[in-house]
């Protein structure tokens, strides 16, 4: 589970593809989290902002972002490359970094 976008730059830049294919899924992931709270928050009522663009925009975004989710996990079932797996953090957390877990 990848907390903070900062935590995936090891995946990023190793030489090995598979740690790319991790980081560009984690990163996704996140983004894609990030902005179905925020959604939430805007159905709840409960946003603290106004958005700029339309809720259909938004919702667009989050149909298109989960299925490249969908097409990644389908690659790394084929490629045998594991999402689920733990990664190990080489970077310290700084106070007030929001954590946002992604995986329920």
Avoid at 32 to 55: A, H, I
Avoid at 71 to 100: H, S, Y
Wanted: aromatic share 12%; net charge negative; hydrophobic share 35%.
């Amino acid at each position: 589970m990848v907390n903070l976008l900062n935590e995936t730059v090891d995946l990023m830049i190793s030489s090995d593809y598979k740690d790319n294919f991790k980081a560009e899924y984690y990163q996704l992931e996140y983004r894609y989290n990030k902005l179905k709270k925020m959604m939430d928050d805007w159905d709840s009522g409960t946003l603290s902002f106004t958005p700029t663009c339309p809720y259909d925009c938004y919702e667009a975004q989050m149909v298109y972002m989960k299925a490249y989710m969908d097409v990644l996990q389908a690659r790394a079932e084929i490629e045998n490359i594991d999402l689920d797996e733990t990664i190990t953090f080489t970077r310290t957390i700084k106070d007030g970094d929001l954590l946002i877990p992604l995986r329920k």
